[in-house]
């Protein structure tokens, strides 16, 4: 399997509490594997034989015909792709990137990354009637009087946007987020995470990963304009002297504006260690990947955030509660068009609560 390796350079801020961070985790990780953006086809994995990673299958019993992306189209990943994401497993991960795509809901619109059809999607929510798109000129919303999603402070060029996420299942944030970790690893390195791989394949560990701690997201959000325009992701691994109590591998993924983190569960080397440390062991340690990203970055657009988020559930989240802080330089205001009685505009790769 080829493997790319690129050094990469990010600034970092220097307030104590992600310095620390930086110590401990690039103190216990190296980076093993990072894929990034590519202006041509990139795939993982060999065209022969052709064996699915996630499901363990093989041609002829499952295909592999469809494009299988690394890391999802909605993300701005066009080019990084692998040979071994069987099409049965490919449409699973459909379902798991819509769950990802509707928790980001109109922050999908706000990060301007353009999505499938090479085009920023539209947010249409049609409980307030409130529309966002992004047009040449700037964003556009566009809402209802006396529906108004939107409460803006002309003094301060500032507003308040309070929308609907359209519904997701938090368990599939956790089991994509997975899948694009699972793809770093090298060949050699997928049998030992059995677990992980029937996780994100079937729901046999659902009721078990309820609440665990070791599947928690890991999330930096900056403000702005979008940091990372097309996504890339990193695979560390546990070096030498790394203490005994945290996992074998951390998943890092750059996308728009966030960086999302999250362990590699209970791999076979990690069992053999965890069970190996006396007294035995109370809690495994997830060190925090810490924010890469300059000072005058957070100067200009504002602080960053920091969340560790239990997105264990797998029950399906509808009409959670949405709301943005929003900056603006001047507001105009837009007569309103007619419009058509269908709106042919609307595409698939649209946000919509649902
Ligand atoms: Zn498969």
């Known amino acids: ?74 993300m701005g990943n066009r080019n990084i792709l692998s040979h071994f994401e069987c099409d049965t497993c490919n449409a699973l991960f459909a379902k798991y990137e819509d769950s990802f795509a509707n928790y980001l809901g109109l922050a999908r619109t706000f990060n301007q990354i353009k999505g499938k059809n090479r085009k920023v999607p539209k947010f249409k929510d049609n409980k307030t009637g409130l529309e966002v798109s992004m047009e040449a000129e700037g964003l556009h919303i566009k809402t209802i009087q006396g529906q108004d999603p939107l409460v803006i402070d002309e003094a301060t060029n500032s507003a308040q946007l309070i929308t609907t996420r359209p519904s997701y299942v938090p368990i599939h944030l956790v089991k994509l987020l997975l899948k694009m970790a699972l793809c770093l690893l090298d060949e050699s390195e997928v049998d030992d995470y059995r677990w992980a791989r029937e996780f994100i394949t079937s729901e046999v560990h659902d009721e078990a ?8 997201v890991m999330i930096h959000s900056v403000s702005g304009p979008p940091v990372f325009p097309a996504p890339f992701a ?53 060190p ?54 269908n709106d042919a505009s609307q595409s698939a790769n649209d946000v919509k609560p649902a």
């Not at 990963?209 to 928690?216: D, K, R």
Request: net charge positive; glycine share 6%.
């Open 209 to 216: 990963a309820q609440g665990m701690g070791i599947l928690s």
């Open 288 to 341: 925090v990947f810490p924010l890469l990203i300059g000072e005058t970055w957070l100067a200009e657009y504002g602080p960053a955030t920091f969340r560790r988020v239990d997105f264990t559930s797998n029950q399906k989240r509808k009409g959670e509660e949405h709301r943005f802080s929003l900056a603006f330089d001047k507001m105009i205001e837009v007569p309103i068009k007619p419009e058509p009685p």
């Open 234 to 286: 990193q695979l560390y691994t546990r070096n030498a002297s790394a203490p005994a109590e945290i996992p074998e591998k951390m998943f890092v993924l750059y996308y728009a504006n966030y960086y999302f983190q999250l362990a590699l569960p209970f791999s076979r080397v990690d069992k053999v260690r965890f069970l190996g440390i006396t007294p035995p062991l109370q809690s495994i340690d997830l």
């Open 1 to 74: 399997m080829s493997r790319i390796t690129k050094t990469l350079k990010l600034p970092m801020p220097a307030d104590a509490v992600n310095q620390q961070r930086a110590k401990q985790f690039f103190g216990a990780y190296d980076c093993e594997m990072m894929v990034g953006p590519s202006d041509t086809p990139f795939y993982l994995g060999t065209p022969t034989p052709r064996i699915c990673r996630f499901c363990g299958k093989s041609e002829p019993e499952v295909s592999f015909r469809k494009d299988a992306h690394v890391m999802p189209d909605f």
